[in-house]
């Protein structure tokens, strides 16, 4: 089953998940003048997906051009390209929970992540299960570095919704609803949150 987690630095408390939508933009500003990094990752958000150029290597940019290159690349669907830009930004700003949570999100997102191959089909872009389990186990590794960074509960939570929904996918049902209950105690107002969680509920009551 396809996987598709938006993580978004948190604009709006927590962002809905929809598929194919990748990493969006970052409401909360991260990696040089907070004000300055909101309006850049907006901005970038705001483009169509084909005025995106072909990036350069991540060796030679700077935090924020490392980030925003992921997150382009993450929105229009290609989180594994995303992966090298993301990890980049990580490596020089690792203070930063909205760098963990997308970088996080765009490893859980590659596992799901499929390429057109020979004769119609489609062919995984990871090599293997142990490898694709790796990356899960690193994902969620990231997610949690994420939320003990968030600097306030609204963060935690968004973070917290982003790994709820993925254990809920993956089929562990009772644990994701254990994360979107401690999600919605943080974040008490958000009807998004509460729409999950009762929509998870459902699910468990008649699968």
């Known amino acids: 089953m396809s996987v598709r987690l938006v993580s978004e630095g948190r604009q709006s408390r927590v962002t809905p998940f929809r598929p194919g939508t990748g990493i969006g933009p970052a409401g909360r500003a991260v990696l040089r003048a907070l004000a300055t990094f909101a309006v850049a990752v907006a901005w970038a958000a705001a483009l169509p997906a084909h005025s995106i150029r072909a990036p350069g290597p991540p060796e030679g940019m700077d935090a924020l051009q490392a980030y925003l ?14 992966l090298p830009y993301l990890h980049r930004a990580l490596a020089l700003r690792p203070d930063l929970w909205q760098v963990h949570c997308d970088y996080g999100a765009a490893l859980i997102n ?5 390429r057109p191959g020979r004769g119609g089909t489609r062919r995984s872009v990871t090599r293997s299960s142990w490898e694709r389990a790796a990356m899960i186990h690193e994902g969620l590794s990231e997610l949690d570095r994420a939320e003990r960074l968030a600097s306030n509960s609204l963060d935690s939570a968004h973070v917290i919704a982003i790994r709820a929904h993925a254990l809920a996918i993956w089929g562990l049902s009772w644990n994701g609803l254990a994360e979107y209950v401690r999600a919605q ?6 009807a998004e949150l509460r729409r999950r969680q009762e929509r998870l509920r459902r699910t468990m009551r008649a699968p």
């Open 69 to 82: 290159t992921g997150v382009d690349l993450a929105r229009i669907g290609q989180s594994s390209e995303s």
């Open 110 to 114: 590659s596992v799901s992540e499929a």
């Open 185 to 190: 105690r943080l974040d008490s107002v958000s």
